[in-house]
């Protein structure tokens, strides 16, 4: 067993700076291809993956972008958004 498995998950966190942190949970939370019909109008996961996004802006000292996705994930809470139609479908 490596080392790193050995450790306490805290131990394993702390090794991780909080930029890293804030990637992994925008992986962890963003749509994947094979689950974007399925999700797309999901409120909670569309604001989630896109607070998430804002995160890592927000810690990449890009306060512009951080706040259009946390623009963007208020609208999904709020509903003033929605999922635009499939671009595949229709054609």
Do not use: Y
Not at 36 to 62: C, D, I, M
Not at 63 to 91: T, V
């Amino acid at each position: 067993m490596s080392q790193s498995t050995q450790l306490p998950k805290t131990s394993q966190l702390d090794e991780l700076s909080t930029l890293e942190l804030a990637q992994a949970l925008m992986e962890r939370l963003s749509i994947s291809p094979n689950d974007w019909h399925r999700l797309k109008s999901n409120r909670n996961s569309r604001a989630s993956e896109q607070a998430a996004a804002a995160l890592v802006f927000l810690l990449k000292n890009q306060p512009a972008e951080a706040l259009a996705r946390l623009q963007q994930a208020s609208g999904w809470l709020d509903r003033s958004i929605s999922a635009p139609p499939c671009p595949s479908h229709g054609k």
